[in-house]
């Protein structure tokens, strides 16, 4: 049977903004209160996902949620109409409403973390929602990204969904930005590497000192059993300390990997040669294993972060051949698209390199790997998935109309307080879930 990888993508939502919420992620404050384009960001999402669809990949999108999040506003004892709501939070808590407008349930390798059937005891591919409680605005997400999910992979038959992880920083889970599989082939078991920041049971082990470690082994653990994985086919790797507290806030943004390339900075993990040697070990031998180090020397983790070099998108197209998917700021640094160029002549199966724009994205620290969710799956489960949520040309044409109808071109921070802006979400929200099939998932929808 054909085995292959799905990305879906998530698809910008009508409020996308800078609100410099995300401390340890040097681009979101970086860039807190410049004004942003939601239009401009949704379309550059579209585009990329079409490339990658053109490439002979199979595309889906990922819907986004429900923002401003007026139900938080009032479990915080705000009260009134939602119009109240909105003006209330504004006035009195503007930090609070900033963090319930934010779109960032578009970075969807944060949705979750997914094991596909080859992988699980069951034979089913499971998903369990992300918790993100290590930053308020992102941990208002699990509960409708699991809605979303169950509504696009609804089939019991191939579909495993779990609740996501207790909310509370001991098991802090940051989904798939932490997670990568490695296999010979798709569809044969893998290997399921799991990265964490720390440990949450024990003080006396490594941890950062300047910014936060969001995830845990403990939780790395748990999805691991709720997954039904074996040991001997999973690895826990820890993040190097000293990088997290440089901004390397997931390790999507200091290495990728897929199916049997490993590509990762000198300085990414803790007890490094060790934990290769065991990944290496339980990859096995039915297809070689690359193990791709940048050097310090070739490409300092400073320049890493300012152009995602590894939140690019390692991708096996239909030929067999590799290709990367980067943002255009790896070709604006002079290393780092020297690195990519030499990269590609030597005998890895990385041939290609795509360079895309998704500047409005990466101000907030969200690179083209964060952008999406994988699934690899076969050509059965496949068939079993929502088809409505799969990108065609005649998708990607209605998703840039009801963009073009819905979104406005420019959001700043007062416009966080104008309670149309729910109002205009909620509309396009309402009409998506007709465009993409997935019947009631958001709050407002739910009554
Ligand atoms: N995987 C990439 C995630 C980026 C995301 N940024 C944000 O939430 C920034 C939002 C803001 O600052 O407006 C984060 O840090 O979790």
Redesign the pocket.
């Known amino acids: 049977m054909k085995y292959f990888e799905a990305n879906f993508d998530g698809l910008v939502g009508p409020t996308h903004?800078?609100?410099?919420?995300?401390v340890g992620?040097v681009a979101?404050l970086n860039n807190?209160r410049n004004t942003s384009s939601p239009r401009q960001a949704a379309k550059q999402g579209l585009q990329k996902m079409k490339a990658l669809r053109d490439l002979g990949m199979v595309q889906g999108v990922l819907a986004p949620q429900e923002r401003p999040d007026v139900y938080t506003l009032r479990r915080l004892g705000f009260t009134g109409s939602d119009h109240d709501i909105i003006s209330k939070a504004a006035k009195q808590a503007p930090a609070v409403l900033r963090a319930v407008c934010?779109a960032?349930s578009m970075?969807t390798?944060?949705a979750a973390t997914i094991s596909p059937s080859a992988d699980t005891a069951d034979g089913k591919i499971h998903f369990t929602p992300a918790n993100l409680t290590n930053?308020f605005?992102?941990s208002l997400e699990p509960d409708t990204t699991g809605r979303i999910l169950q509504a696009m992979f609804a089939d019991p038959n191939h579909f495993a969904h779990h609740r996501h992880l207790p909310d509370n920083d001991h098991f802090g889970d940051e989904g798939a930005?932490n997670h990568t599989r490695l296999c010979s082939e798709y569809g044969a078991r893998g290997v399921e590497l799991f990265v964490f920041g720390r440990y949450a049971f024990d003080a006396s082990k490594p941890a950062p000192k300047r910014f936060p470690a969001r995830h845990t082994l403990e939780a790395c653990e748990a999805v691991a059993r709720l997954h039904g994985l074996s040991e001997e086919h999973v690895v826990y790797m820890q993040q190097n300390p000293d990088v997290i507290d440089q901004g390397v806030?997931?390790n999507?943004v200091i290495a990728v990997g897929n199916q049997n390339v490993l590509f990762y900075h000198e300085e990414a993990f803790v007890e490094k040669s060790q934990k290769l040697a065991e990944l290496q070990r339980k990859f096995g031998s039915a297809s070689e294993l690359h193990l791709i180090e940048v050097k310090t020397s070739e490409v300092a983790v400073d320049d890493a972060i300012k152009t995602y070099l590894f939140n690019t998108q390692v991708i096996t197209l239909p030929n067999g051949e590799m290709a990367i998917i980067a943002p255009t700021e790896c070709r604006e640094n002079d290393r780092v698209a020297g690195y990519l160029e030499q990269l590609t002549g030597r005998g890895t199966p990385i041939r290609h390199v795509h360079y895309y724009d998704v500047k409005q994205s990466m101000r907030?620290?969200?690179g083209p790997a964060?952008l999406r969710l994988r699934v690899a799956m076969s050509e059965q489960e496949r068939q079993a998935v929502n088809p409505n949520v799969l990108l065609t040309d005649e998708l990607f044409t209605t998703l840039n109309q009801w963009v073009d109808k819905h979104y406005r071109d420019e959001i700043s921070e007062a416009d966080l307080a104008d309670p149309q802006l729910l109002q205009e979400s909620r509309a396009a929200l309402d009409e998506l879930t007709q465009i993409l099939h997935l019947g009631s998932v958001y709050p407002f929808q739910r009554g």
């Open positions: 903004n800078y609100a410099g919420l995300s992620n979101s807190a934010s960032s970075w390798a944060n930053k605005h992102r930005a806030f997931h999507d907030n620290g969200g964060c």
